[in-house]
C-alpha cells in the first residue's frame, strides 16, 4: 500500500504533465502497475447549502432559516452537513458491490455519483485515464475554498474521524477483493441502482419532497438522474 500526498494539483499545474499524480503515474509506480487508487480531496467540512440557492417564499425556504448558519447565509442542514461524495464506482464492475459492502461510520452519509457529473477536478483524473479503478471522496468546494478565511476552527472534526474510519474500511476492502480485469467498454447504467438506493439512504424522508421542490420526478433511470443532476449545477450546488 502506498500513501501518496501529491503536491503540483494546482493551476498552472493542473491537469498538464507537470501535475503531481501525473509524474507519480508515470515516473514512479513500477511496471506492475496499480490495483486500485483511493484518491481523497477537500474532505474536512460540512456541505452546506447556501441561502440564496433556496427560493424565497417557499415553505422550503421558511424552513431552511429554521436550521444553524456559517458565514450568515450558508444552511447546515442536519443531514446534509454529513455529506460525502463519491465518484469512481464505475470505473470497475466489483467496486459498487465492495462498497456496499464497506460500513459506513455512523453518522457519515455517503452519495455515490459518475465522475463525469463534476469532471476530473482532482488527482483521480490520471488513474481514470489510464483505467484504474478508483475512488474519489469529496465534501465539495464550499465558501471558503481558497480564500484567507479557510481556517482549521471552520472543520468539522467529528465527522473528519467517520471518514478516516471508513477510509481504513474501504482501503482493507480494496485489498482483499480481487479486481480481474475488466472487458469492454463500460455502461454507466450499471451503477444506476447503486446510486440510487445511496443517494435515498443519505437523504432519508426528505427526499420525495426534495425532488418535489426542484421539479424532479422519481427516481428510476440513468436519465432521471442526468435531469436531477442538471438541476443541481443549474442552482450551483
Same mark, same amino acid.
Given at each position: 500500500?502506498?500513501?501518496?500526498?501529491?503536491?503540483?494539483?494546482?493551476?498552472?499545474?493542473?491537469?498538464?504533465?507537470?501535475?503531481?499524480?501525473?509524474?507519480?503515474?508515470?515516473?514512479?509506480?513500477?511496471?506492475?502497475?496499480?490495483?486500485?487508487?483511493?484518491?481523497?480531496?477537500?474532505?474536512?467540512?460540512?456541505?452546506?447549502?447556501?441561502?440564496?440557492?433556496?427560493?424565497?417564499?417557499?415553505?422550503?425556504?421558511?424552513?431552511?432559516?429554521?436550521?444553524?448558519?456559517?458565514?450568515?447565509?450558508?444552511?447546515?442542514?442536519?443531514?446534509?452537513?454529513?455529506?460525502?461524495?463519491?465518484?469512481?464506482?464505475?470505473?470497475?464492475?466489483?467496486?459498487?458491490?465492495?462498497?456496499?459492502?464497506?460500513?459506513?461510520?455512523?453518522?457519515?452519509?455517503?452519495?455515490?455519483?459518475?465522475?463525469?457529473?463534476?469532471?476530473?477536478?482532482?488527482?483521480?483524473?490520471?488513474? /481514470? =485515464?489510464?483505467?484504474?479503478?478508483? +475512488?474519489?471522496? %469529496?465534501? @465539495?468546494?464550499?465558501?471558503?475554498?481558497? *480564500? !484567507?478565511?479557510?481556517?482549521?476552527?471552520?472543520?468539522?472534526?467529528?465527522?473528519?474521524?467517520?471518514?478516516?474510519?471508513?477510509?481504513?474500511?474501504?482501503? /482493507? =476492502?480494496?485489498?482483499?477483493?480481487? +479486481?480481474?480485469? %475488466?472487458? @469492454?467498454?463500460?455502461?454507466?447504467?450499471? *451503477? !444506476?441502482?447503486?446510486?440510487?438506493?445511496?443517494?435515498?439512504?443519505?437523504?432519508?424522508?426528505?427526499?420525495?419532497?426534495?425532488?418535489?421542490?426542484?421539479?424532479?420526478?422519481?427516481?428510476?433511470?440513468?436519465?432521471?438522474?442526468?435531469?436531477?443532476?442538471?438541476?443541481?449545477?443549474?442552482?450551483?450546488?
Amino acid at each position: 500500500m502506498l500513501i501518496a500526498i501529491f503536491d503540483a494539483e494546482e493551476p498552472p499545474y493542473f491537469l498538464t504533465d507537470g501535475m503531481g499524480s501525473v509524474r507519480f503515474f508515470h515516473d514512479h509506480l513500477s511496471e506492475d502497475g496499480v490495483k486500485a487508487a483511493i484518491i481523497m480531496d477537500l474532505v474536512g467540512h460540512d456541505v452546506l447549502v447556501p441561502l440564496s440557492y433556496i427560493k424565497s417564499g417557499g415553505w422550503f425556504g421558511k424552513m431552511a432559516r429554521l436550521f444553524p448558519r456559517q458565514n450568515g447565509q450558508d444552511i447546515a442542514f442536519p443531514r446534509l452537513r454529513n455529506m460525502l461524495f463519491m465518484t469512481g464506482a464505475e470505473s470497475h464492475s466489483s467496486l459498487p458491490e465492495l462498497v456496499d459492502q464497506t460500513i459506513l461510520p455512523r453518522g457519515l452519509r455517503m452519495i455515490p455519483t459518475l465522475n463525469r457529473y463534476i469532471g476530473d477536478m482532482s488527482d483521480q483524473a490520471v488513474f /481514470r =485515464q489510464h483505467d484504474v479503478p478508483y +475512488l474519489f471522496l %469529496s465534501c @465539495g468546494r464550499w465558501p471558503y475554498y481558497h *480564500t !484567507v478565511d479557510d481556517t482549521p476552527e471552520k472543520l468539522n472534526y467529528r465527522k473528519m474521524g467517520r471518514i478516516a474510519t471508513y477510509l481504513e474500511r474501504l482501503a /482493507r =476492502q480494496l485489498t482483499n477483493a480481487p +479486481l480481474p480485469e %475488466s472487458t @469492454g467498454p463500460r455502461d454507466d447504467r450499471a *451503477t !444506476v441502482p447503486f446510486e440510487i438506493r445511496h443517494l435515498t439512504k443519505a437523504v432519508g424522508m426528505p427526499l420525495p419532497l426534495l425532488l418535489k421542490y426542484l421539479g424532479a420526478g422519481d427516481l428510476k433511470t440513468r436519465e432521471d438522474l442526468d435531469d436531477l443532476v442538471s438541476t443541481l449545477l443549474m442552482l450551483g450546488l
